[in-house]
């Protein structure tokens, strides 16, 4: 049973435009959401995370939003770049619970075009 | 740079054949994790050390076994790989619970 869901398997958009991936979570307990970027051939990178006392973080292009009632969030990337071309894994975790376990969504691939 | 290192990146072996997979850091976190991501999949954790405390994730087969000697290193012990365990092994570090974790480039296995 998947905790965290990544519906879209790639995402495609244009330079400049705005991306937004999408992300569900179905475990309550989660508090901590966290955002990776992986390109081929090297592991993941933390790109932006949120606790769930928040609603928006914020740093630089991207934005990350949660909706704890709807237990959704997104992140932004404004204005997309080709560089930002990646697969993007979604992640939650229970930081109070003191749980050290990040639970992974499948990831988006998206591709910016120049 | 500090950083999560894998060795080595590809990794062949026949089935039933023990392997290592061996991930160092220089970050000196307190935390490493084994993660397993198998094509179009969500990475899945398998274990973590918290210091030198063992977690083992109840799913985890007993084939997976790990070893941390000290604070830099951490292997992955596969004792006897069948063709449903290639896949791209992924070694983490964090420096304490709920923190961002920091990914070495993987391992990808293949069993013959």
């Known amino acids: 049973d998947q905790q965290v869901k990544q519906n879209s398997p790639s995402l495609s958009v244009q330079e400049g435009r705005i991306s937004i991936l999408n992300c569900d979570y179905t475990?309550?307990?989660?508090?901590?959401f966290l955002w990776y970027k992986k390109y081929p051939a090297e592991g993941p990178t933390f790109l932006i995370s949120?606790?769930?006392?928040?609603d928006k973080n914020e740093d630089g292009r991207f934005t990350v939003f949660l909706n704890k009632s709807a237990k959704h969030l997104s992140l932004h990337i404004v204005p997309s770049q080709p560089g930002d071309s990646a697969v993007y894994f979604c992640?939650?975790?229970?930081?109070?619970?003191?749980?050290?376990?990040?639970?992974f969504g499948k990831g988006t691939k998206l591709t910016v075009n120049p | 740079d500090a950083m999560v290192i894998q060795n080595p990146r590809y990794q062949v072996t026949q089935f039933g054949k023990p392997v290592t997979l061996s991930c160092s850091q220089t970050?000196?976190?307190?935390?490493m994790y084994w993660y397993q991501q198998k094509s179009s999949q969500a990475p899945k954790l398998l274990f973590h050390?918290?210091?030198?405390?063992?977690?083992n994730e109840a799913d985890t087969p007993d084939n997976f076994q790990s070893r941390r000697p000290n604070t830099s290193f951490c292997f992955l012990d596969i004792r006897s790989p069948g063709l449903g365990d290639a896949a791209m092994y992924l070694c983490?570090?964090?420096?304490?619970?709920?923190?961002?974790?920091?990914f070495g480039d993987g391992t990808r296995l293949s069993i013959l």
């Open positions: 949120i606790s769930s006392i928040k």
């Open positions: 983490a570090t964090s420096r304490s619970r709920g923190q961002p974790q920091h």
């Open positions: 050390y918290y210091d030198k405390d063992f977690n």
């Open positions: 992640a939650a975790t229970e930081a109070q619970g003191g749980s050290e376990k990040l639970v």
């Open positions: 970050l000196n976190h307190n935390v």
């Open positions: 475990n309550s307990m989660f508090d901590y």
